[in-house]
């Protein structure tokens, strides 16, 4: 079947079929959206925003943002651990560097690499909800919104409460946490602790995984405050995580974040400034040290409890990256809509043993073995100044600017985009977008050289035009969106390999145009029928091609792409205090990886379903949740074996105080 041939089929299917509707936000009301760089009502947005609202959060059965994130349109969440461990997120074929993840605007992007960008310190309880922001988005966003971005709203909390839940479940599996509020007249805290571990399903896939968070909010008349604190620390098994040459892999990191922002009105101009910092520690094991695997030999090197001795690796690698944050925007109201200006710093620096440039004097890293030395380093400036104009008329709705970037390692350059949307009717709004958008090199493909992988202190900012075109379509009791894009991409980073036995390489692959066509719908079947055990039906449908052919090279994130992803969600309600939730997930991946005998094998398609029934007694509500249902077999990512059929159970109390 050829690409106007499945297009045809995924647009029929969902728009001709009435029990077919995908996930965008249920009643969001007057909710306000980051798709500018002043927010927007969401029936004003002029490009494709997908938003999870808090009771689809509740109603979901999974138990971490990645997992949520699975069952979202265009989303390909490529999991190398389940329950939250370990992630990477690609937005429309993207690579996992490429989506800029914010918590309430703040940049949790790590300088060290993409894969630490979902060591967040947050719970799903914590969540009012995730606004996901489709194509090139520099011009809002900042660097690194390549493809898109992912702006996590945490709860705003009005009433005092207190909430608890414990979980457990096959291998091993043991969640605790606990949360509470404490809201007054003009200000709201709230706190939230979490714990979680299993053995896992088979070796080395072992992890345990805490979470600390704090927020603070502040209402005034004229004016809005937040202040959050932070703390994500993650121990596991990372078993044929990054390479199959070397089985034994183990990580442990530990995140923290302090952040604070506002606005305060004065008549028709608002200023908004934020600030932030964040600290992220890193220890990677290539061979795991502890009982079972690998020890320290007196002579350097390690050996395990078979007698092989691996004499050129003498120790992990160790990296802090630090990341400073500021930024100041004011807008300003009149006639013909608002104008924005606005100006974006970050400083972002690392101390490893393996990136970066030799230090002066090498530095101890806390609270490990003695060898352990910070010996490299490297630092850089970014700095961004931004200009946006929005008009909304009665109809018409155009948002149009400019970013200025200036970077102390790769000089200058200007990002332009545009938005427009037109209300046809009521129920039918066109809309078109252009975008230019660009991403720096992480300090892990800079550097890196270590266990068959090469960076290359050579490689080039990646850069990409984005063009969509779509229609929202709004009907009460069905909504949905279809949109046409394509994204141009220029110097694409990625790590291949040339030969099957050779070392990855950090490189830029010069031109790759990615285009696509996804819809998205969701019916609202209690609108229609509310004596109806079902309530919602959700269905979402995405295809991508590339016009790149890899031929005698092995891409291992580029070109390893979802070419088809068909999702459906149902919701129901019995007897008002049982619910029941069924999210599946139909995903088809181009692309091969190296299987642990050094052959290469495609990836296979996959079918996935979670389940999720859940009873309310009193202020309890207990559940009992499968993952992964039909127990299937299959590869997010190179040769890491998923889990199979995985249940849960647990119960939730919620107080009021």
């Known amino acids: 079947m050829n690409f106007k041939q499945k297009v045809i089929l995924g647009i029929s299917f969902l728009v001709g079929t009435p029990a077919s509707f995908a996930q965008e936000s249920t009643e969001l009301g007057e909710v306000v959206v980051s798709t500018a760089r002043t927010e927007v009502g969401i029936s004003d947005a ?143 805290h709230s706190f939230s602790l979490v714990r979680r571990q299993a053995d896992g399903p088979e070796r080395n896939q072992d992890f345990q995984l805490t979470n600390f968070f704090w927020q603070s909010d502040l209402n005034l008349e004229d004016s809005k405050w937040f202040f959050n604190f932070g703390q994500n620390e993650k121990e596991f098994g990372a078993q044929n995580f990054y390479s199959t040459r070397f089985p034994d892999q183990y990580e442990a990191t530990k995140a923290q974040f302090v952040s604070a922002g506002g606005h305060k009105d004065f008549g028709s101009l608002r200023i908004s400034p934020k600030a932030y910092y964040r600290v992220h520690n890193d220890r990677f094991e290539l061979f795991r040290e502890g009982d079972g695997y690998y020890h320290r030999l007196p002579s350097g090197g390690f050996a395990n409890n078979e007698g092989d001795t691996i004499t050129w690796y003498n120790g992990h690698n160790y990296h802090q990256s630090d990341v400073f944050g500021a930024e100041i925007n004011a807008s300003y109201e009149w006639k013909l809509g608002t104008t924005s200006l606005g100006y974006d710093y970050r400083e972002e620096r690392i101390k490893s043993n393996v990136l970066g440039e030799p230090l002066d004097h090498a530095e101890e890293v806390s609270g490990e073995h003695p060898s352990a030395l910070y010996t490299n380093g490297a630092d850089r400036q970014n700095q961004s100044v931004y200009i946006e104009h929005n008009y909304a008329g009665k109809n018409l709705f155009i948002s149009a600017g400019a970013m200025f970037n200036t970077n102390s390692d790769y000089g200058d350059e200007i990002f332009p985009g545009a938005d427009i949307a037109y209300q046809v009717s009521e129920t039918f709004r066109p809309y078109v977008s252009a975008n230019r958008a660009f991403r720096v090199p992480s300090y892990t493909e800079l550097y890196y050289n270590l266990g068959g992988a090469v960076g290359s202190q050579d490689l080039s900012p990646e ?62 079947v209690s609108k229609m029928n509310e004596n109806s055990a079902l309530k919602t039906i959700s269905a979402n449908y995405t295809y991508l091609t590339a016009d790149y052919d890899p031929v005698g090279i092995e891409s291992i994130y580029v070109l390893d792409y979802l070419e088809s992803k068909f999702d459906l969600g149902f919701h129901f309600t019995f007897w008002k205090t049982v619910e029941l939730d069924l999210n599946m997930s139909y995903q088809d991946r181009v692309g091969e990886f190296t299987q642990v005998d050094g052959s290469l094998k495609a990836y296979d398609p996959v079918f996935l379903t979670d389940l999720r029934i859940s009873p309310r007694i009193g202020k309890a509500r207990l559940f009992v949740q499968v993952s992964n249902l039909f127990n299937q077999h299959y590869f997010d990512l190179g040769g890491v074996q998923q889990p199979g059929r995985w249940m849960r159970a647990g119960v939730t109390f919620d107080f009021g105080i």
């Open 463 to 524: 850069s990409s035009i984005n063009l969509e075109v779509g229609v929202h379509i709004d009907r009460n009791w069905a909504k949905g969106h279809l949109a046409v894009f394509n994204r141009q991409g220029e110097n694409l980073i990625d790590w291949i390999r040339f030969v099957p036995d050779g070392d990855l390489i950090a490189s830029n692959i010069s031109e790759l145009d990615m285009s696509g066509v996804e819809t998205a719908w969701r019916f609202d």
């Open 46 to 188: 002029a490009r494709t925003i997908h938003v999870i609202s808090r009771q689809e959060i509740e109603d979901a059965p999974v138990e971490s943002i990645p997992e949520l994130l699975e069952f979202v349109t265009s989303l390909d969440i490529r999991q190398r651990s389940p329950n939250g461990v370990q992630a990477d997120v690609s937005l429309r074929g993207s690579s996992f560097e490429q989506v800029a993840i914010l918590l309430n605007g703040v940049k949790m992007s790590d300088p060290q690499t993409g894969h630490h960008q979902l060591n967040l310190p947050i719970e799903l309880m914590d969540i009012e909800r995730i606004e996901v922001v489709y194509g090139g988005a520099s011009r809002v966003f900042g660097p690194g919104a390549f493809a898109g971005a992912i702006n996590i709203i945490t709860k705003n909390p009005t009433e005092s409460r207190i909430r608890a839940n414990l979980e457990a479940g096959d291998y091993g599996y043991l969640q605790g946490g606990a949360s509470a509020v404490l809201a007054y007249e003009k200000h709201a």
